[in-house]
């Protein structure tokens, strides 16, 4: 019901900066919580930041200061503003969509989604 789409991943030295992006579309009519996650082969996916309709964030403390979460409800799109990138956020960074609610069968249904992934690498 919901299909989301990233961009802005590449390859950075560090200290430089990086901008991600993902926008939902789909027959969903609201989406409570956009966020952005990230996996590094041998690990588990961990949260990097996240932001709620109402405009609530929440980082990892990995990311705080560096990393800055934004949200346009109307495009539904969620971006991750990164800068002073380090070769530890080197990963692949998936967007996550929680509480997206839809309505099949005149039943309102809710659903988490992840995009597909885009790979940031910051070179030492």
């Known amino acids: 019901q919901v299909q989301l789409v990233e961009s802005g991943g590449g390859l950075v030295q560090a200290g430089g900066s990086l901008r991600l992006s993902c926008t939902a579309s789909?027959?969903?009519?609201?989406?409570?919580?956009m966020g952005w996650y990230r996996q590094v082969p041998g690990k588990q996916r961990e949260l990097v930041a996240a932001?709620?309709?109402?405009?609530?964030?929440n980082y990892a403390d990995s990311v705080k200061g560096r990393f800055t979460i934004s949200r346009d409800n109307a495009k539904n799109t969620v971006y991750l503003q990164m800068n002073s990138l380090k070769p530890e956020d080197t990963a692949v960074y998936y967007c996550?969509?929680?509480?997206?609610?839809?309505?099949?069968?005149?039943?309102?249904?809710?659903?988490?989604?992840w995009g597909q992934g885009t790979q940031v690498t910051v070179s030492s």
């Open positions: 789909g027959r969903f009519f609201s989406i409570n919580v």
């Open positions: 932001t709620t309709s109402g405009g609530v964030t």
């Open positions: 996550n969509v929680a509480g997206a609610k839809y309505y099949s069968n005149g039943r309102t249904y809710t659903g988490d989604y």
